[in-house]
């Protein structure tokens, strides 16, 4: 018995957990992030927590490196290479638009340049029979192609990547696989996206999309991975170590430089974890996930102790990423998030962000822009002399003065113009919470809002109230909550199969024996990932009325695909539409398009230690706090860590600790549990 360190590096903090695995104790790390390098970061963070890494036993990493990447278009030059005469399609996309009447929207840009797309001369039909064959000849003009295209390249090689992409490569991949070969072969030390590997779907664009973003990341994840691997054995670390998944899961780190796709949303699943484990422990099988950092806020759902996850993720509108994901809303709505005054004058709020470096102006650091963090400092819900426990002394003068700035712009005094930015935040995240409950049939009012991330205990209140939440959780650590989440996560493969099948004409034992063919592969690759007991399996087929574009996934029965099973299938797919849409066709005929499997092996999930008995913690200090614009309150000033179950808080009050500061505001109450997780309710 050693101890699990949890780690999630964000584009503004990284956040360390060290639980001691035979008691339950909890040590916690907070530093800013260094995103040049992120590793040294996460090493300096090892380093100031003064762990003797030889003695862990268990390591894993959620990271936002790659979604950054791809957000702030950081990634490698991709080459895309495709069947001949489908190079557009990155840049055809969909028909579709953001803005149904906004003629001057543009489509985004592919993550790649019309240039570096390339086609060679193959195809298969969507039934996996040649067309068009694949010639020696032909992939020698393609690496000639490339050459030509790479002499005018810049820097080292490690900044490329190769993407490729061709027509049905789903069904029949062995044309890809000679290329990728021969790509080795001649450009060794590239890295090299394969569709059938990364995306295995019918979609094109869809496909095409998924694996250039793929290629984009890999070089830069790879050299991270890399990096923070060496230093860990430098350190003393001899284990395999983790990194958690998109889907909840976590993959050996190896394994993670080859499938950086995968990634995208890792550093984001870890709190939906963490926040379903304090919603189970708090007696709520409903609950609302509230991830608000330095530069972004996260929102998901968990309904019936049930995660919900998609296949459905977009770098932004129109540019899609095709991999399993827990379902969130992410927002540009964090504590740097800029105060700024449109065209019109009115006071708007994100989703531009001051980030780490400069950061908000009251980190002296040279940010001027009225932040998110600036209103709070001015309002006085935030202690300019305990941030991050005082390493991060705020300089008070300068937020005044950024937030002053913007006041003269909406003619404002300063004060209104703080309490009007935190309300504009707090509207704009209530309203993502709404489109992920209301607009789906789910009553907020049954759902407790778990908050976490460094500014969500800050703000967690007023957002209940707009929504309307039972109760609000607060995590112990709340700034840490996704690192913790990462020790709570199981190991995770998904796999899936696409073919179209009629309900009219089924080969029922082709289709079993390739959902036993997709249980045996998850279950191989959840053997290479470490996991060695008996996994749990989940399988369901994407279904969809014959002539329609999209599908519902629908479970499929456990055992084998028998006619009874058939039905079952058929049945729960009209259910499913009925209820979804308010009616179903009757006798039409319904198609298959794809079979998955998820094999879960589930980790040993660490508890907290309980809080010890004391006496009931008295405030440490006073200080004048604006719940509204008019006139400051006296608030007493509390320590989390002197709260145990005995307390009992009524606001206005503030919480603070190392890494989050909570608000509680007049007319509620806060409670702790026995193991540390608070409780917010409005009398």
Same mark, same amino acid.
């Given at each position: 018995?050693?101890?699990?360190?949890?780690?999630?590096?964000?584009?503004?903090?990284?956040?360390?957990?060290?639980?001691?695995?035979?008691?339950?104790?909890?040590?916690?790390?907070?530093?800013?992030?260094?995103?040049?390098?992120?590793?040294?970061?996460?090493? /300096?963070?090892?380093?100031?927590?003064?762990?003797?890494?030889?003695?862990?036993?268990?390591?894993?990493?959620?990271?936002?490196?790659?979604?950054?990447?791809?957000?702030?278009?950081?990634?490698?030059?991709?080459?895309?290479?495709?069947?001949?005469?489908?190079?557009?399609?990155?840049?055809?996309?969909?028909?579709?638009?953001?803005?149904?009447?906004?003629?001057?929207?543009?489509?985004?840009?592919?993550?790649? /340049?019309?240039?570096?797309?390339?086609?060679?001369?193959?195809?298969?039909?969507?039934?996996?029979?040649?067309?068009?064959?694949?010639?020696?000849?032909?992939?020698?003009?393609?690496?000639?192609?490339?050459?030509?295209?790479?002499?005018?390249?810049?820097?080292?090689?490690?900044?490329?990547?190769?993407?490729?992409?061709?027509?049905?490569?789903?069904?029949?991949?062995?044309?890809?696989?000679?290329?990728?070969?021969?790509?080795?072969? /001649?450009?060794?030390?590239?890295?090299?996206?394969?569709?059938?590997?990364?995306?295995?779907?019918?979609?094109?664009?869809?496909?095409?999309?998924?694996?250039?973003?793929?290629?984009? !990341?890999?070089?830069?994840?790879?050299?991270?991975?890399?990096?923070?691997?060496?230093?860990?054995?430098?350190?003393?670390?001899?284990?395999?170590?983790?990194?958690?998944?998109?889907?909840?899961?976590?993959?050996?780190?190896?394994?993670?430089?080859?499938?950086?796709?995968?990634?995208?949303?890792?550093?984001?699943?870890?709190?939906?974890?963490?926040?379903?484990?304090?919603?189970?422990?708090?007696?709520?099988?409903?609950?609302?996930?509230?991830?608000?950092?330095?530069?972004?806020?996260?929102?998901?759902?968990?309904?019936?102790?049930?995660?919900?996850? #998609?296949?459905?993720?977009?770098?932004?509108?129109?540019?899609?990423?095709?991999?399993?994901?827990?379902?969130?809303?992410?927002?540009?709505?964090?504590?740097?998030?800029?105060?700024? !005054?449109?065209?019109?004058?009115?006071?708007?709020?994100?989703?531009?962000?001051?980030?780490?470096?400069?950061?908000?102006?009251?980190?002296?650091?040279?940010?001027?822009?009225?932040?998110?963090?600036?209103?709070?400092?001015?309002?006085?819900?935030?202690?300019?002399?305990?941030?991050?426990?005082?390493?991060?002394?705020?300089?008070?003068?300068?937020?005044?003065?950024?937030?002053?700035?913007? /006041?003269?712009?909406?003619?404002?005094?300063?004060?209104?113009?703080?309490?009007?930015?935190?309300?504009?935040?707090?509207?704009?995240?209530?309203?993502?919470?709404?489109?992920?409950?209301?607009?789906?049939?789910?009553?907020?009012?049954?759902?407790?809002?778990?908050?976490?991330?460094?500014?969500?205990?800050?703000?967690?209140?007023?957002?209940?109230?707009?929504?309307? #939440?039972?109760?609000?959780?607060?995590?112990?650590?709340?700034?840490?909550?996704?690192?913790?989440?990462?020790?709570?996560?199981?190991?995770?493969?998904?796999?899936?199969?696409?073919?179209?099948?009629?309900?009219?004409?089924?080969?029922?034992?082709?289709?079993?024996?390739?959902?036993?063919?997709?249980?045996?592969?998850?279950?191989?690759?959840?053997?290479?990932?470490?996991?060695?007991?008996?996994?749990?399996?989940?399988?369901?087929?994407? !279904?969809?009325?014959?002539?329609?574009?999209?599908?519902?996934?629908?479970?499929?029965?456990?055992?084998?695909?028998?006619?009874?099973?058939?039905?079952?299938?058929?049945?729960?797919?009209?259910?499913?539409?009925?209820?979804?849409?308010?009616?179903?066709?009757?006798?039409?005929?319904?198609?298959? !398009?794809?079979?998955?499997?998820?094999?879960?092996?589930?980790?040993?999930?660490?508890?907290?230690?309980?809080?010890?008995?004391?006496?009931?913690?008295?405030?440490?200090?006073?200080?004048?706090?604006?719940?509204?614009?008019?006139?400051?309150?006296?608030?007493?000033?509390?320590?989390?860590?002197?709260?145990?179950?005995?307390?009992?808080?009524?606001?206005?009050?503030?919480?603070?600790?190392?890494?989050?500061?909570?608000?509680?505001?007049?007319?509620? #109450?806060?409670?702790?549990?026995?193991?540390?997780?608070?409780?917010?309710?409005?009398?």
């Amino acid at each position: 018995m050693g101890v699990r360190i949890g780690i999630d590096t964000g584009g503004t903090f990284t956040d360390l957990v060290v639980m001691d695995e035979p008691t339950g104790q909890v040590d916690v790390v907070k530093l800013p992030s260094t995103p040049d390098e992120p590793s040294r970061a996460i090493l /300096a963070a090892l380093e100031q927590a003064g762990i003797d890494t030889a003695n862990a036993t268990y390591l894993v990493l959620g990271t936002t490196v790659a979604v950054n990447a791809l957000l702030q278009r950081r990634g490698a030059r991709v080459l895309y290479i495709t069947t001949e005469g489908f190079e557009d399609v990155p840049f055809l996309q969909r028909v579709d638009r953001k803005f149904h009447y906004d003629l001057d929207w543009e489509r985004p840009l592919p993550l790649v /340049a019309r240039r570096d797309c390339l086609g060679i001369r193959e195809r298969v039909d969507y039934k996996g029979e040649t067309v068009t064959a694949l010639t020696a000849e032909e992939i020698e003009d393609l690496i000639a192609a490339i050459r030509e295209r790479l002499a005018d390249v810049d820097g080292e090689p490690a900044d490329l990547a190769f993407a490729l992409n061709f027509l049905f490569s789903y069904v029949r991949p062995d044309h890809e696989a000679s290329v990728r070969e021969a790509l080795s072969e /001649a450009f060794p030390g590239i890295p090299i996206s394969a569709s059938h590997e990364v995306a295995p779907i019918w979609r094109e664009y869809e496909r095409a999309s998924t694996t250039i973003a793929d290629a984009a !990341v890999k070089p830069l994840l790879s050299r991270f991975i890399g990096s923070l691997d060496a230093g860990l054995r430098e350190r003393g670390f001899t284990r395999s170590w983790s990194v958690m998944k998109s889907n909840g899961g976590q993959m050996l780190a190896e394994t993670a430089g080859e499938r950086p796709v995968q990634t995208v949303l890792s550093g984001l699943s870890g709190g939906i974890i963490a926040g379903q484990a304090f919603g189970a422990e708090a007696g709520a099988s409903n609950v609302i996930t509230f991830d608000m950092g330095g530069t972004s806020t996260d929102v998901g759902v968990v309904a019936d102790d049930r995660i919900r996850y #998609t296949t459905a993720w977009e770098i932004e509108f129109g540019l899609p990423v095709a991999a399993p994901f827990i379902e969130m809303t992410t927002m540009g709505a964090g504590g740097g998030s800029i105060a700024w !005054v449109n065209k019109g004058g009115l006071l708007q709020v994100g989703p531009q962000s001051a980030g780490a470096v400069p950061g908000p102006a009251c980190y002296s650091q040279g940010g001027e822009e009225a932040t998110v963090t600036d209103a709070n400092v001015v309002l006085g819900r935030l202690n300019p002399d305990n941030f991050l426990g005082g390493d991060l002394p705020l300089d008070a003068d300068l937020a005044f003065r950024a937030i002053e700035r913007t /006041a003269r712009e909406v003619g404002l005094p300063p004060v209104d113009t703080a309490h009007a930015v935190v309300e504009i935040a707090v509207e704009n995240i209530a309203e993502a919470m709404r489109l992920l409950t209301v607009q789906r049939g789910l009553d907020p009012r049954v759902f407790s809002l778990v908050a976490f991330g460094g500014a969500g205990p800050l703000h967690a209140a007023a957002i209940a109230r707009v929504i309307g #939440t039972r109760a609000t959780l607060i995590p112990p650590h709340p700034g840490l909550c996704s690192a913790f989440g990462t020790l709570l996560a199981d190991i995770r493969v998904d796999k899936t199969w696409t073919h179209l099948v009629r309900s009219d004409a089924p080969d029922l034992a082709d289709l079993d024996a390739r959902l036993n063919g997709l249980v045996q592969e998850a279950v191989e690759d959840l053997g290479r990932e470490g996991f060695a007991g008996a996994p749990a399996i989940h399988r369901s087929a994407n !279904v969809r009325y014959l002539g329609q574009n999209y599908e519902e996934e629908i479970p499929i029965p456990e055992g084998p695909l028998t006619h009874d099973a058939w039905r079952q299938l058929i049945g729960g797919f009209e259910q499913h539409y009925e209820a979804e849409y308010g009616y179903r066709i009757a006798n039409e005929v319904i198609e298959i !398009v794809q079979l998955n499997v998820s094999a879960v092996g589930a980790a040993s999930k660490p508890q907290l230690s309980t809080l010890p008995e004391q006496p009931p913690a008295p405030p440490r200090a006073q200080r004048r706090v604006y719940f509204n614009p008019r006139e400051p309150v006296a608030c007493p000033i509390y320590e989390r860590g002197d709260l145990s179950p005995v307390d009992v808080i009524l606001g206005p009050a503030v919480i603070e600790e190392l890494d989050s500061t909570t608000l509680v505001h007049p007319g509620q #109450t806060l409670t702790v549990g026995s193991r540390g997780l608070a409780s917010l309710v409005w009398a």
